[in-house]
């Protein structure tokens, strides 16, 4: 999946902004904290929330987007707006509150034929009228084992969020839902791996495992940016290591050795820099073709010297992924090229997202970023 444009509208929350168009394989949505850049990426994590069944209080969207298979949809709607009475945990993972609102409007386009399209009063799906269903639920839900809205749900649920600042030692024991023996007799090629369900570090053991030619790869890009690094494996922590809740199938756990230092080191004893680095380089390897992977605030735990290497995979190495990250960090805006930039400011509850061009910014990398900072300077 590759986003094309977006727009939003959170009528609960109060915050909206324009269609914005984003690049088809990086944006670096650029501004001051406040100026509402997280709210766009939680946003786009509220459509793939309503894609697997939810309702979000308030929301209204306009969504365009490419699928793998080189389709471009358009998909469209609002629910209802009621006051949240109830304590809300304002984070991508607990999407707002439990009560079920009322779709209001909903549509899906596939070039100029519209495949769905409802109100409260009927719904009608590929120009039928169809009985009624669920008012709380999008289409793209209820029907997703449809073939041709599959495609849509497949491409929507595609949609990662990605924060490595939480203790990446305690999450990783909450993510394996098979055994290592299963998982390894079942994904032994690349193709299997890259395109299987599993997590990303998940995919980085059976890569491992299977001693496939990408975990090299991702080893020496890792190496290029720690030199003191000679080697990376992945194991299963022995049973006696485990906490006690731990299920009996443990986990596999990253260790790297440096040189001249005889014992590896376990992840939860490396840096969250080095850490989050290879897992970032991991994501643009072995990540499924189509996944749009939002990244909050890109510079946290990163040192400088993997800025520049990260950056530049970024935009060339994988083509079939799409990166959306945000950042007020000198360093990193200044290594990315401005045509990728989206300058995030905002008015009260109005979001406004412009191209880098639309500022007249100067020639070279260096005098854009010098002007950037102007205007930046001047929201704060």
Sequence with gaps: MKIISLRIKNNLLGWDFDEVDFSSNLTLLVGISGAGKTQILRGIIDLKNIANGKSINGLEWKIKFSTINGNEFIWEGSFDTTEAKEFILD???????????????????????????????????????????????????????????????????????????????????????????????????????????????????LSYFHKLDIFNKIKLKFIDVFQQIEDIKLEPLESDELPILIAKDAPAFIFIKEKSVPKWIREDKMSSGMLRTLIHISEIYLSTPGTVILIDEFENSLGINCIDILTDDLIHENKTLQFIATSHHPYIINNIPYEYWKIVTRKGGHINIRNASDYSLGKSKQEAFLQLTKILEKQS
């Design 91 to 205: 984070y991508p993972d607990y999407p707002e509150g439990n009560k079920k609102q009322l779709l209001l409007y909903e549509k899906l386009t596939l070039k100029n034929t519209v495949l769905v399209e409802r109100s409260p009063e009927k719904i009608k799906f590929n120009n039928q009228e169809m009985p009624k269903l669920s008012s709380h639920e999008s289409m793209i839900y209820i029907l997703k084992e449809d073939n041709l809205i599959k495609e849509v749900y497949d491409a929507l649920t595609k949609i990662e969020y990605h924060d490595h600042t939480i203790n990446s030692f305690l999450k990783n024991i909450k993510l394996l839902n098979q055994s290592l023996q299963f998982l390894t007799n079942q994904y032994k090629t690349l193709d299997a791996v890259v395109n299987s369900d599993e997590n990303i570090r998940t995919k980085l053991y």
